[in-house]
């Protein structure tokens, strides 16, 4: 079946610093690749998405780059903010034969970006 | 303004007290599903509804049941809560499945004595 593997964290980094929140997955086809975030006390909400192999997904200065080869999806911002702080999901949905019509998540990463 | 709605957002009950948590969506999207959100296991999907009268069974449908008679609508009915079931609960809509953005509901936290 579908599964996604994401870093557990938490993460903690000073504001400013970079992120890479790591992102890979087994699918039996051609998944589509999606970064949730959930601010506390909220839902989630689609920061990002990719649906073909090499294709970049940005948004708020997050990019990801749907890789094939290794199977990765990995999160990256050049310059965090203390407002970033929050839960980031890795997911994916997959319509080929034999999958659920559902979105695969990971386990979600807590980030706490600081002062 | 596009939103998924959820209530009730809190809520207190005992075991075996019957309740049903509505979601509603006014996108007129087809697809809906509902998540359980628990410490440690990240959101795992308990039922989803491709359209009208059409739901199947996500991950963990276990003490759970739905009902899509409306396309706006799309409760979560717990017969008989017990206290594995207390958790945070989203309701999610989106226009199809695949490569589409799904929105979620606030979320539902769910506490079972």
């Known amino acids: 079946g579908n599964s996604v593997t994401q870093m557990e964290g938490p993460v903690t980094l000073s504001e400013e610093a970079f992120l890479t929140i790591n992102c890979t997955y087994t699918?039996?086809?051609?998944?589509?690749l999606f970064w949730y975030v959930q601010y506390p006390g909220e839902g989630l909400q689609l920061l990002l998405k990719?649906?073909?192999?090499?294709d970049k997904g940005s948004n708020k200065g997050f990019e990801a780059t749907y890789r094939k080869e290794t199977t990765s999806f990995h999160l990256e911002k050049g310059s965090v903010q203390v407002s970033d702080s929050a839960v980031y999901f890795c997911?994916?949905?997959?319509?080929?034969?034999?999958?659920?019509?559902?979105?695969?998540f990971g386990k979600g990463t807590l980030l706490t970006v600081n002062p | 303004e596009a939103q998924v709605t959820q209530n009730p957002r809190y809520l207190i009950t005992v075991t075996g007290k019957k309740l049903t948590v509505t979601c509603s969506q006014n996108?007129?999207?087809?697809?809906m599903s509902w998540y359980r959100q628990d410490p440690g296991l990240g959101l795992r999907q308990i039922y989803y509804?491709?359209?009208?009268?059409?739901?199947d069974k996500g991950d963990v449908p276990e003490g759970y049941k739905v009902s899509r008679k409306e396309k706006r609508n799309f409760p979560l009915i717990l017969e008989s809560p017990s206290p594995n079931q207390t958790s945070l609960y989203f309701c999610?809509?989106?226009?199809?499945?695949?490569?589409?953005?799904?929105?979620f509901g606030p979320g539902t936290r769910l506490l079972v004595l």
């Open positions: 999610a809509s989106s226009l199809s499945l695949h490569a589409e953005t799904q929105y």
């Open positions: 699918a039996t086809g051609y998944p589509s």
């Open positions: 990719a649906t073909k192999a090499d």
């Open positions: 997911a994916l949905s997959d319509l080929s034969r034999g999958s659920n019509y559902k979105l695969t």
């Open positions: 996108m007129n999207h087809e697809y």
């Open positions: 509804s491709m359209n009208v009268e059409v739901t």
